[in-house]
């Protein structure tokens, strides 16, 4: 099983629905984060959180929200999905205790927003 | 503004040799990431350079100098399995990571 879970994997929606998507993660880490990537561009941060009480916005946080329900949890919401929302995302993890601070990506969840 | 620039597609010979470069303009340096993600997949951590100079590891080695703002990824006795995208990433002075668009590399036999 992977260590970073994603679900949905796929997710087809309509314009105004709210979607959420899950992660959770089964290494431990403290810090999680969720990006999202669009061909041509690099992964972009959406939010970060460095434990259950710590919720930070990245660079394109506009139109999302994010819940830290446990240590291994962390799930992102669209309230009301629209069109330039679609996009593969990425929950990913990172432990504090290494010195690279490397990310551990979960297995993406591809969403399109008609 | 911060910048992270690498070509976005390059095409490569199976059993030759392949230098990705990555140049960068950030607020401040923390580190130096390399990535690689097949089609479809997760990136996946290859390497981390803070220091000047060169990391190897088997087959694939990065190198870094910090006064040039610049990175290259090489890859040696390329297979078919290295086709993928091969992520940049710098962390600034915020402990944030930039990301590259990434550069797609092709192998042909």
């Known amino acids: 099983d992977a260590d970073v879970t994603q679900t949905p994997r796929n997710r087809i929606t309509k314009t105004g629905k709210r979607i959420m998507l899950e992660c959770s993660q089964t290494?431990?880490?403290?810090?999680m984060y969720w990006y999202r990537q669009d061909p041509g561009l690099g992964l972009r941060l959406i939010y970060y959180?460095?434990?259950?009480?710590?919720?930070n916005k990245g660079e394109i946080s506009d139109g999302y929200s994010v819940s830290r329900q446990a240590q291994a949890k962390f799930s992102l919401s669209l309230e009301s999905a629209i069109p330039n929302q679609t996009a593969l995302y990425f929950c990913?993890?990172?432990?504090?205790?290494?010195?690279?601070?490397?990310?551990?990506f979960g297995e993406g969840s591809r969403l399109t927003v008609l | 503004g911060q910048n992270i620039d690498q070509p976005t597609e390059m095409t490569a010979t199976e059993g030759a040799i392949v230098q990705i470069n990555c140049t960068y303009q950030?607020?401040?340096?923390?580190?130096l990431f390399w990535y690689q993600q097949h089609a479809g997949e997760a990136p996946t951590f290859l390497s981390y350079?803070?220091l000047d100079g060169l990391e190897e590891k088997g087959r694939f080695s990065s190198f870094l100098s910090r006064s040039k703002g610049y990175s290259y990824l090489l890859l040696k006795e390329l297979q078919m399995k290295d086709s993928a995208s091969y992520l940049c990433a710098v962390r600034d002075s915020n402990y944030q990571l930039i990301w590259g668009a990434g550069t797609k590399l092709i192998i042909k036999p």
């Open positions: 959180s460095f434990d259950v009480k710590d919720i």
């Open positions: 290494k431990g880490h403290d810090r």
């Open positions: 990913a993890t990172s432990d504090l205790a290494r010195d690279t601070g490397e990310l551990f």
């Open positions: 350079n803070v």
């Open positions: 950030t607020s401040g340096f923390n580190g």
